[in-house]
């Protein structure tokens, strides 16, 4: 089997809430999304999905993945591209770095392989280890009150993890923590996370005052030093996101004892290839998961939900159902979130059908 052809479409993503926001004032309305389809001379087409969430969060812009797929795709024409690790040496001899252009084509080859073999992809990524997933909502930063009145809502809704956006004023976050806490019930698990937004300063205020509270911390400072000097100081469990983007930095945490879960997102790290072998990094080292992605669709939380299914429960603290954030679907057959958890269908690959035919003409197309 070879690829014959790598095509790409540009989607919008209007979000249900209208807008989410994040650390030091950054917010998205309308996620900028990309669709890859892989062609092959066998009739099979794998699909993938990547969206980055705006261009001040990680190293990536939604344009980026455009841009560097029209660098690799031609290098790749002609490939097996069932031969994954191979079709991740090439992209990586491409293209030096930027993994979050080479995880849609590395997820799509999955969806390829699925697909030839007759299997689901929480097969092939290591069986079904766990029948439902449970989720967290995201509660999008605005006023101590207005985000404890929105975990109430989602809360009724079947939720029972939820991670609270902070990353702002500190006085402002402590009162956002102890807000949030107080309306959840003992069982429920809150998630502070800072997406980097907080000074070391800042930081060591925050943790200091809610030192009392049954909360987690999640990724506060840029740096990893930084990161890492405040969970030096805290008994909360830590969680780190943003700088842990390879294998070698997983390794380097695990050694330092930096976190005590990861957030392990599939684009940011190169796609469902190097994501299995960080989760099954993590599972060795009995270090639980948040998997997710930067953002998405339909097609993203399909892969997700394929990663998380294929963890043992122990070891997936959670996970996200990206497309209830959104209000446009993108696939049919797309996990659908039921009482606070989702699960994965038993169709072959990724197990979804994309709507092509309302993606409009394709942005890139190399043949």
């Known amino acids: 089997m070879r690829i014959t052809a790598i095509k790409a479409w540009q989607v919008d993503l209007p979000l249900v809430e209208g807008r989410y926001s994040w650390s030091n004032g950054n917010f998205v309305e309308v996620f900028d999304s990309t669709i890859v389809a892989v062609e092959t001379d ?38 097996d591209p069932t031969d994954l690790n191979g079709l991740n040496r090439a992209m990586d001899a491409a293209l030096r770095g930027h993994p979050y252009v080479k995880a849609p084509v590395d997820i799509a080859c999955w969806d390829i392989l699925g697909k030839l073999t007759g299997l689901p992809l929480h097969t092939l990524l290591g069986g079904a280890a766990q029948e439902r997933i ?11 009150e207005a985000m404890a009145a929105k975990i109430a809502g989602y809360r009724a809704e079947g939720y029972t993890r939820f991670q609270l956006k902070v990353g702002g004023n500190a006085e ?7 807000a949030a806490r107080d309306i959840l019930a003992p069982s429920d698990v809150l998630v502070a996370d800072a997406n980097t937004g907080w000074t070391r300063a800042e930081a060591a205020r925050v943790v200091a005052a809610v030192a009392d509270l049954d909360v987690y911390i999640e990724q506060p400072c840029p740096s990893y030093a930084e990161c890492l000097s405040i969970r030096r100081r805290t008994a909360l469990p830590f969680v780190l996101d943003e700088v842990v983007d390879d294998a070698a930095m997983l390794v380097r945490g695990l050694a330092d004892d930096a976190m005590d879960v990861i957030n392990l997102k599939i684009s940011k790290v190169g796609g469902l290839t190097k994501a299995r072998l960080m989760r099954d990094l993590c599972v060795a080292a009995g270090i639980p998961m948040t998997i997710e992605d930067t953002w998405g669709g339909d097609i993203a939380t399909a892969a997700i939900a394929h990663l998380a299914r294929s963890t043992p429960a122990e070891f997936c603290f959670t996970a996200t159902d990206f497309n209830s954030y959104v209000t446009r679907p993108l696939a049919e057959g797309a996990p659908r979130r039921r009482d606070g958890f989702m699960t994965t269908s038993e169709a072959p690959g990724l197990g979804i059908a994309p709507l092509v035919e309302g993606f409009g003409a394709p942005a890139l197309e190399i043949a």
């Not at 449970?134 to 101590?144: H, M, N, V």
């Not at 402002?172 to 102890?178: C, N, P, Q």
């Open 134 to 144: 449970t989720l967290y909502r995201a509660i999008s930063q605005q006023s101590p």
């Open 172 to 178: 402002e976050d402590i009162a956002r923590i102890r």
């Open 42 to 79: 066998a009739g099979i087409t794998g699909h993938a999905e990547c969206c980055p969430l705006g261009s001040a969060y990680l190293p990536s812009y939604a344009a980026g993945v455009r841009a560097g797929l029209a660098e690799i795709a031609p290098k790749l024409i002609g490939r």
